[in-house]
């Protein structure tokens, strides 16, 4: 996928983006092609009368012993070096393929935690990883990352705020 345009400088703009089929042959990109993950990006580079002025690579990574192919960061390309560098990492994934943990290289990490199913963020921590912190409403029934065992959820409270709690053992 190629766009090209000219500035008002008469220069010529080159935006090219690729996608796991332009890396058929590469393991990797051929399970994401097989899983039908073919409009992920892999790589945007952007040019400037065909000098490099920005791009960058998104690494894939399998994880959940195999089950799901998931971003593992991010290389930026770096116009002095004229490398890709190591930009993002995500360091943890929940087994519903949410972000738990990611962080800029040499960077404070940003750690997050999931509620009603996996299906909705509850907590966005920026300078903490994913062990330091946690929460729970009480309400969706997961702990939130603490570490203590519950005798279940009862529902036959009322509270101000909700009309469950943890039965605490």
């Known amino acids: 996928n190629r766009t090209v345009t000219t500035n008002s400088k008469g220069q010529t703009i080159t935006l090219e983006k690729k996608y796991p ?23 945007s580079t952007s040019k400037n009368n065909g000098n490099i002025t920005g791009g960058q690579k998104i690494l894939y990574k399998w994880y959940n012993s195999n089950t799901q192919i998931l971003t593992e960061g991010m ?5 002095i070096s004229q490398t890709y560098e190591p930009a993002l990492r995500i360091n943890h994934y929940d087994a519903a393929g949410n972000i738990l943990e990611q962080q800029k290289v040499n960077d404070i990490a940003s750690s997050y935690l999931w509620a009603y199913n996996n299906s909705f ?3 966005e921590t920026h300078n903490a990883d994913y062990g330091s912190i946690a929460y729970s409403s009480f309400e969706a029934g997961e702990t939130g990352n603490w570490d203590y065992s519950y005798g279940g959820i009862n529902t036959s409270y009322q ?6 709690a943890f039965a605490l053992s």
């Not at 332009?22 to 993950?37: K, P, V």
Request: avoid cysteine; charged fraction near 20%.
């Open 159 to 164: 509270g101000i705020t909700g009309k469950k």
């Open 75 to 79: 290389n930026r390309y770096n116009r």
């Open 21 to 43: 089929n332009d890396f058929s042959g590469t393991t990797i990109y051929n399970h994401m092609i097989a899983r039908n993950m073919i409009n992920n990006e892999v790589e």
């Open 121 to 123: 963020p509850v907590s």
